[in-house]
C-alpha cells in the first residue's frame, strides 16, 4: 500500500509537470518547476527566498511560490496582461485583490519581500510562540493559570495556511482558547476589517478594539458586532487563492 501510494504521488506530479508548460523567462528567480519541486529547491534557503514558475492556470499566469518558514511555503497567483503573445511575459502583473507589477523585480521588492519582513517581524516579537499549535495553547493555559483574572494573547505561525498568523487568547482562567487569523500583506498585518497594520503593536490594539466592540452586544449596546462565527470556510480553498472575505468567531463575555 505504501508503495501504490508513492508510485500515485510520482504519477501526479508528473501529470501536474505535464499540463504546466514550460517558459523560457530571463530573471534569476525564474524556473521551470512544479509546486514540489519549488519547495524542494527552497527547503535548503532562508525564509523570504522566491521561486517564479509556471503556473497550471495557463500561459497568462504565472506562480510564485516563497519559503514562510522551514516547511512552510505560499504559493501566489499572477496574472499577465498585456501579453505580446503567448510565450512573452506580460507587460502588466496583477495579484487579485493585492496590486499589479510592472515586472518580475517589481513584484519581488514590492510585494513578496514586504510580506516576508511582516513575517520576520513577528516572529522577533516576544508574544510569538512558533508553529506549534499545542505548544501555543499551552502556554496560554499556563500564563491564564497563573494570572486567574486576566486575559492572555500569544501568537503562532499557522502551519497549515501559509501568509496567515494565529492571535490566539484565553479571557481567564476558564475561558475556552480563542484564535483569530492574521493575514500577512505587503508591509501590513490583516485582522478581520482592519487592514494596513504597520507593526504587531497596531495589530495588538485592532485586537483589542475589535474584542471590545463584540463585548458590547451582551453587555446591552446593540451595536452590530464586526465578525460573525467561525465558519467551515475560515480560511478559504487552496492556495494559490486569495483570501479576502474571513469571518471571526464570537467572543464569549467575561
Known sequence: EILSGLVGSEMCIRDSQTRIGRR???????????????????????????????????MDHLAVTWKVDDGV?????????????????????????MGSYADLDDLIVNHVRPMAAMVEMMMNHEKFKGADERA????????????PNRSVYAFG???????????????????????????????AF???????LADVAALTNAFKTQY????????????????GG??????GGRTPVSYTHLTLPTILLV
Open 73 to 97: 511555503y505560499q504559493h501566489i497567483d499572477v496574472l499577465e496582461l498585456d501579453k505580446e503573445n503567448d510565450y512573452a511575459l506580460g507587460r502588466i502583473l496583477r495579484v487579485a485583490d
Open 190 to 196: 490583516k485582522l478581520g476589517q482592519a487592514t494596513q
Open 136 to 147: 501555543l495553547h499551552t502556554f496560554l493555559t499556563n500564563a491564564s493559570l497563573a494570572n
Open 212 to 227: 471590545m466592540a463584540q463585548t458590547n452586544p451582551m453587555r446591552g449596546d446593540r451595536t452590530s458586532a464586526p465578525h
Open 230 to 235: 467561525m465558519t467551515p470556510a475560515y480560511y
Open 157 to 187: 505561525l499557522n502551519k497549515q495556511h501559509p501568509g496567515y498568523f494565529d492571535l490566539a487568547f484565553k479571557a481567564n482562567s476558564q475561558a475556552p482558547i480563542q484564535s483569530w487569523p492574521v493575514k500577512v500583506l505587503p508591509g
Open 24 to 58: 523560457v523567462i530571463d530573471h534569476p528567480n525564474f524556473h521551470n518547476l512544479n509546486a514540489v519541486q519549488a519547495q524542494n529547491f527552497l527547503a535548503t534557503q532562508p525564509r523570504g527566498s522566491v521561486v517564479i514558475r509556471p503556473s497550471s492556470r495557463g
